[in-house]
């Protein structure tokens, strides 16, 4: 075996990057089939995306992974911070005798290309926020660390320095046969308070519209009928990048929030299923969202709604 080489990227590689991506087939989380044009969307066109952080790695010639890092927002979101570096992803071909070493040595040069700026902290895979790159091509509604479906990567993580910070789970639900809780609590709410909805929302900071922006946002707000603030909001995006949810598709839920005096009293509940029946009216059939394993309120809430686990995955972090 010729001895491994790497280089970082060049304008001629996104077929290649494409390719070795497909090779995965079959792996969980991963989005397939991926085209160059899908990459330049989500990947390439980002205004921060850099040659230096996406490495390439060739035996004999041949493409055998790829690793791509980058960084985290600033504290405002207004744009990228070099003190927290991200590690996004890292694929190496199925069939690579080596794979070990390969993402070893993949993992050793995105870590030197971060380390090149000086952040105070790495993190092994993307989660919001700090995710700028691959958000609908990894993980679900979000992305979600490193799956557990690729514990080789995460054993690579360990054995460099890395630790747990996170756990979290992605959750799914098929929306065919969804009903409503109906109990006097959900009807007090119902008289109570109005749902309003906003299509292709606005995302909330500079750092949203780069990571969201080629994915339709809708809003569902919980209002009293009274008048004033919201109560709760839930955001969900399209998970088809560049257009609107296609029917028999899927909604992933990204943000939801309710306010203090509010939580523990079914609104939660309410909320998220007018945001289900709208859905379906509109031919959208699967659901899908993640959470931190240790969200005990959010876990019970998703699980009463008939949502379950289909994956979890581990956000790791260590210091620069």
């Not at 050793?108 to 958000?135: I, M, N, T």
């Not at 922006?213 to 009928?225: K, M, N």
């Not at 699980?303 to 972090?317: D, M, N, P, S």
Request: glycine share 12%; proline share 6%.
């Amino acid at each position: 075996m010729a001895a491994l080489s790497y280089r970082t990227f060049r304008n001629t590689d996104p077929p290649i990057l494409a390719e070795l991506w497909r090779s995965r087939a079959g792996q969980p989380g991963l989005l397939q089939p991926v085209s160059p044009d899908l990459l330049e969307q989500l990947v390439f066109a980002k205004l921060y995306f850099e040659y230096g952080g996406l490495v390439l790695a060739f035996d004999d010639g041949r493409a055998v992974g790829f690793a791509h890092a980058g960084f985290g927002p600033n504290e405002n979101q207004t744009w990228f911070s070099t003190e927290t570096g991200v590690i996004c992803v890292v694929v190496v071909r199925p069939d690579y005798p080596q794979a070990g070493e390969l993402a070893g040595g993949l993992l050793e040069r995105c870590e030197g290309y971060l380390c090149q700026h000086g952040p105070k902290v790495l993190y092994g895979g993307g989660a919001l926020p700090w995710a700028p790159f691959y958000l609908g091509l990894y993980g679900g509604s979000e992305l979600p660390g490193v799956l557990d479906s690729d514990a080789p990567l995460q054993q690579t993580y360990l054995s460099r320095g890395y630790e747990v910070v996170e756990h979290t789970l992605l959750f799914h639900r098929d929306l065919s046969g969804f009903e409503s809780v109906i109990d006097r609590q959900q009807m007090q709410i119902r008289r109570q308070m109005v749902v309003e909805v906003t299509s292709d929302a606005a995302p909330r900071t500079w750092w949203e519209a780069s990571i969201l922006g080629q994915f339709e946002l809708t809003r569902f707000d919980l209002l009293p009928r009274g008048g004033g603030s919201p109560v709760a909001s839930a955001t969900f995006r399209g998970m088809d990048p560049g257009a609107a949810t296609a029917a028999g598709r899927a909604s992933g839920l990204i943000h939801f929030h309710v306010e203090e005096g509010y939580r523990q009293r079914g609104v939660a509940i309410f909320l998220l299923s007018e945001a289900f029946r709208q859905f379906i009216r509109q031919g959208i059939m699967r659901v899908e969202c993640q959470v931190p394993e240790n969200d005990a309120p959010a876990v019970a809430t998703l699980r009463k709604l008939g949502l379950q686990v289909i994956e979890t995955g581990r956000l790791f972090r260590k210091p620069a």
